[in-house]
C-alpha cells in the first residue's frame, strides 16, 4: 500500500526555519519524481517545488532562493527545508508523487500545517 | 505564473450533470494537454481524477469526464451523487518546469 506521511510542521516566528519531512512507503522516492504542494487556509492548491528522478529540484518563484529540497533515500524520505520563513508561507504542505510535467500527482500525504506567525 | 481561473462555485441536483471550466493561457493550458483534476473534500488530501486532459486513473468512476479547447479546460461530472459535493481543482503544465493550479470550485449537490 503505498503511504506518504508529512511531519515536521508546527509554529515559527517570522524569519526562522523548518524541515518537513515526507516519510513514504509502498514506492521508492528516488525512482519517481516528487512535487510539494500547499495550500493556504481556505485557499486553493499552490505548487512549491518538485525534485526530478536524477536529482533536478525546481521551484515557485514565491519560494525560490529560501526553500530546499532534498532526498535521504536510505529512509525513503523527502524533505524539505525552509528558511527566510514569512506569513505568507503560512500553509499546509503537501507532498505528493508526481511532477510538474508527467506523471499526475497520483499519490498525496495528508498534509503538515506550518504557521509562520509572532 | 498566474494560477489558472476556475468559478468559485457550481451546483447540481442528484442525477444532473455539470461542467466545471478552467481558463488559462497558450502559456499553460492552451500549450500543453498536460491537465489535470482534482478532487479535495473537506479534512482531506486532493485525489486525482483526471490526467492529461481526458484520462481516468484507474478507480475514478467514468462520470468524470474531461476536455479542453483552446485555452480552456474542463470537468464533466455526469449523474451527480451527494459523494460528488467537494472542492475541484484543475492544474496544468505551465512551462519551465512549473505547475499552475486553478483556484478552485467548491461543488454543491443540491
Known amino acids: 500500500e503505498v503511504q506518504l506521511v508529512e511531519t515536521g510542521g508546527g509554529l515559527i516566528q517570522p524569519g526562522g526555519s523548518l524541515r518537513l519531512s515526507c516519510a513514504v512507503s509502498g514506492f521508492t522516492v528516488s525512482s519517481n519524481f516528487m512535487t510539494w504542494v500547499r495550500q493556504a487556509p481556505g485557499k486553493g492548491l499552490e505548487w512549491v517545488s518538485v525534485?526530478?528522478?536524477?536529482?533536478?529540484?525546481y521551484y515557485a518563484d514565491s519560494v525560490k532562493g529560501r526553500f530546499t529540497v532534498s532526498r535521504d533515500n536510505s529512509k525513503n524520505t523527502l524533505y524539505l527545508q525552509m528558511d527566510s520563513l514569512r506569513a505568507e508561507d503560512t500553509a499546509l504542505y503537501y507532498c505528493a508523487r508526481g511532477g510538474a510535467i508527467f506523471p499526475p500527482l497520483d499519490y498525496w500525504g495528508q498534509g503538515a500545517l506550518v504557521t509562520v506567525s509572532s | 505564473q498566474s494560477a489558472l481561473t476556475q468559478p468559485p462555485s457550481a451546483s447540481g441536483s442528484p442525477g444532473q450533470s455539470v461542467t466545471i471550466s478552467c481558463t488559462g493561457t497558450s502559456s499553460d493550458i492552451g500549450g500543453y494537454n498536460y491537465v489535470s483534476w482534482y478532487q479535495q473534500h473537506p479534512g482531506s488530501g486532493p485525489k486525482l481524477i483526471i490526467y492529461?486532459?481526458?484520462k481516468r486513473p484507474s478507480g475514478v468512476p467514468d462520470r468524470f469526464s474531461g476536455s479542453k479547447s483552446g485555452n480552456t479546460a474542463s470537468l464533466t461530472v455526469s449523474g451527480l451523487q451527494a459523494e460528488d459535493e467537494a472542492d475541484y481543482y484543475c492544474s496544468s503544465y505551465g512551462g519551465s518546469n512549473n505547475l499552475v493550479f486553478g483556484g478552485g470550485t467548491k461543488l454543491t449537490v443540491l
Open positions: 492529461e486532459v481526458t
Open positions: 525534485v526530478y528522478s536524477n536529482g533536478n529540484t
